[in-house]
């Protein structure tokens, strides 16, 4: 594979990745809830929506919280019911929770803005771009460099001896052996 076919090869990657994350988030998928009102309608399942918020105690466990067992948690989860009981649904129950906890409380970036995106796709460009980084320092490792010129010793002449040696390396020889009788 050419250089210039490696190159064209990694950007066709890259942008197949940002045109997978970028194009499901386009207009079309913020309608969802408007286009299919039995959906809307369909009840909020707790579980899921555990699945997709992090506890936010005073701990910063880190942890989403289906799998958080703090005291925080626990107090979190009845809010969560007494929301679903009031008939939220859940979009509205995670605005809530961002309004009162703030956005860390999300476990994932939503796509609502450029920045959201970007926390997306930045991962798959880091993954390219350090690719083509290995890629071109461990070109320079193995292949030669350019415009430098070769040690290889000049075209070899035949020695008095018949075996094919190089004038560059008979002189030195010469040169050395000078030094020696002297």
């Given at each position: 594979?050419?250089?210039?076919?490696?190159?064209?090869?990694?950007?066709?990657?890259?942008?197949?990745?940002?045109?997978?994350?970028?194009?499901?988030?386009?207009?079309?998928?913020?309608?969802?809830?408007?286009?299919?009102?039995?959906?809307?309608?369909?009840?909020?399942?707790?579980?899921?929506?555990?699945?997709?918020?992090?506890?936010?105690?005073?701990?910063?466990?880190?942890?989403?919280?289906?799998?958080?067992?703090?005291?925080?948690?626990d107090?979190m989860?009845?809010?969560?019911?007494?929301?679903?009981?009031?008939?939220?649904?859940?979009?509205?129950?995670?605005?809530a929770?961002?309004?009162?906890?703030?956005?860390?409380?999300?476990?994932?970036?939503?796509?609502?803005?450029?920045?959201?995106?970007?926390?997306w796709?930045?991962?798959?460009?880091?993954?390219?771009?350090?690719?083509?980084?290995?890629?071109?320092?461990?070109?320079?490792?193995?292949?030669?460099?350019r415009?430098?010129?070769?040690?290889?010793?000049?075209?070899?002449?035949?020695?008095?001896?018949?075996?094919?040696?190089?004038?560059?390396?008979?002189?030195?020889?010469?040169?050395?052996?000078?030094?020696?009788?002297?």
């Amino acid at each position: 594979m050419t250089r210039r076919n490696l190159h064209v090869a990694i950007l066709l990657v890259t942008l197949f990745l940002a045109g997978a994350v970028l194009v499901p988030a386009g207009p079309a998928c913020f309608a969802a809830e408007e286009v299919a009102p039995a959906a809307a309608a369909a009840p909020v399942d707790r579980k899921e929506i555990e699945a997709g918020v992090n506890c936010p105690c005073e701990d910063n466990c880190g942890k989403l919280l289906a799998n958080c067992v703090c005291g925080f948690s626990d107090n979190m989860r009845k809010e969560l019911d007494s929301m679903i009981a009031a008939g939220m649904t859940k979009t509205e129950i995670l605005e809530a929770l961002v309004k009162r906890y703030g956005i860390r409380v999300l476990a994932s970036p939503g796509t609502s803005n450029w920045l959201d995106r970007l926390s997306w796709i930045a991962p798959f460009l880091a993954l390219a771009l350090g690719g083509w980084w290995v890629v071109r320092v461990a070109r320079r490792f193995v292949s030669p460099a350019r415009g430098k010129e070769s040690a290889a010793p000049e075209s070899p002449e035949p020695s008095p001896n018949g075996a094919a040696v190089s004038s560059a390396y008979e002189r030195r020889l010469d040169e050395e052996l000078s030094r020696f009788e002297r």
